[in-house]
């Protein structure tokens, strides 16, 4: 199985919540009840809404506000590559796209997961992208990350923990280096957890520049299988 994040800005003109509205009720449904011949599609997605985010003082890519994260699994990369080549995707979902995505600015990122902490994956989500210095080693981005992870585990609140080890894209460089994915019991948690995550960003290794911070409320496969069908959409596009 293999894991990505997609980490975006709305497309220029919308306001948060009209794409996300988009994202959620229009695209949604496409991807998680899409018709019996449909092809090919990610074997789980998840869908992440933000709520509010910290970023990088300095100008760059990783100062540009994103919206909203996609995770999407494949079983294997040639499944992936099968799933956005069929005549559904590139009919319905691709070209839904643009109506919400600001395509340019999206970062990709092909992730290892380690889970630290098993347990609930609630609503109520925070994500910490971290960037390595350049003269990080091995060794001292490990500690970094292991000290990382230690702190987070003793945020009030925390339900599960997840670390994300990004690969190196075929053509570039990364975005960043490495995502956790902290679930927490209730929304004044997770959002009590952010004010304190931007502080990960204070150690010596870490390329604070290049490492966000985003909260989000998490919408699974199920949830938006259960809210397309309250709504009677049954997907498929148009």
């Known amino acids: 199985m293999i ?3 997609f980490v975006v800005r709305r497309a220029p003109g919308l306001t948060r919540k009209a794409a996300l509205d988009h994202y959620r009720d229009v695209h949604g449904p496409m991807v998680v009840l899409p018709p019996a011949d449909a092809g090919p599609m990610p074997a789980y997605y998840v869908q992440n809404h933000v709520i509010d985010g910290a970023y990088p003082e300095y100008n760059g890519v990783h100062t540009i506000e994103r919206d909203l ?3 999407l699994h494949f079983e294997s990369l040639a499944a992936m590559q099968a799933a956005v080549t069929t005549p559904y995707y590139l009919a319905n979902l691709r070209p839904d796209e643009p ?5 340019p600015s999206v ?3 092909n992730v290892s997961p380690r889970v630290i ?3 609930s994956r609630t609503t109520h989500k925070l994500f910490v992208l971290v960037s390595r210095s350049e003269t990080t080693d091995e060794q001292g981005w490990s500690a970094i990350l292991h000290q990382m992870s230690e702190a987070i585990q003793s945020w009030h609140g925390i339900a599960a923990l997840t670390e994300n080890q990004v690969a190196m894209p075929p053509v570039g460089e990364r975005f960043v280096d490495c995502v956790f994915e902290a679930w927490f019991t209730d929304a004044d948690a997770s959002m009590a957890a952010a004010s304190r995550a931007y502080q990960l960003f204070d150690a010596t290794g870490v390329e604070r520049a290049k490492s966000i911070v985003l909260v989000a409320e998490e919408i699974t496969q199920e949830r938006l299988q259960e809210l397309a069908a309250s709504n009677g959409n049954g997907g498929g596009g148009s």
């Open 3 to 5: 894991k990505f994040f």
């Open 69 to 71: 994260v996609t995770e």
């Open 99 to 103: 109506r919400f995505v600001h395509d």
């Open 107 to 109: 970062a990709r990122l």
């Open 117 to 119: 902490l098993a347990g």
